[in-house]
């Protein structure tokens, strides 16, 4: 059964830091490619942070330097830590997955190239 559980968003001040977690279940995660995005109400969802199976990593230019996406295949677990936090981050945060077959460098940043997506997480900075 397909299953994708993302947390660890909270409020926090502007400059502090979160980890995100994604727990996958139901595929082989080490073949899976995983991503984070981000929605506010009334926006589309932004793409933040990938990362494929032989772990590549690709980064938004506006988080770029200060959110690292990596992955922990024993755990089945993609993380998203997310360092000096600005109030612009606040959102939604979305996990999402992949097989890796399809993850190319001239779709990931495409919503429907994604599978799969974890419920959300709410991640609110405060000024």
């Known amino acids: 059964q397909v299953q994708l559980v993302d947390s660890g968003g909270g409020l926090v001040q502007a400059g502090s830091s979160l980890r995100l977690s994604c727990a996958a279940s139901?595929?082989?995660?080490?073949?899976?490619?995983m991503g984070w995005f981000r929605q506010n109400p009334g926006k589309e969802r932004e793409f933040v942070a990938a990362l494929n199976w032989s772990t590549n990593t690709y980064y938004a230019d506006s988080v770029k330097g200060r959110f690292t996406i990596s992955r922990e295949n024993a755990r089945n677990t993609v993380y998203l830590q997310m360092n000096n936090l600005k109030p612009e981050d606040t959102a939604v945060y979305y996990c999402a997955e992949v097989p890796s077959g399809y993850f190319r460098d001239s779709n990931y940043i495409t919503e429907a190239l994604w599978h799969y997506w974890g419920q959300g997480t709410q991640v609110t900075v405060s000024s």
């Open positions: 139901g595929r082989t995660f080490s073949r899976l490619a």
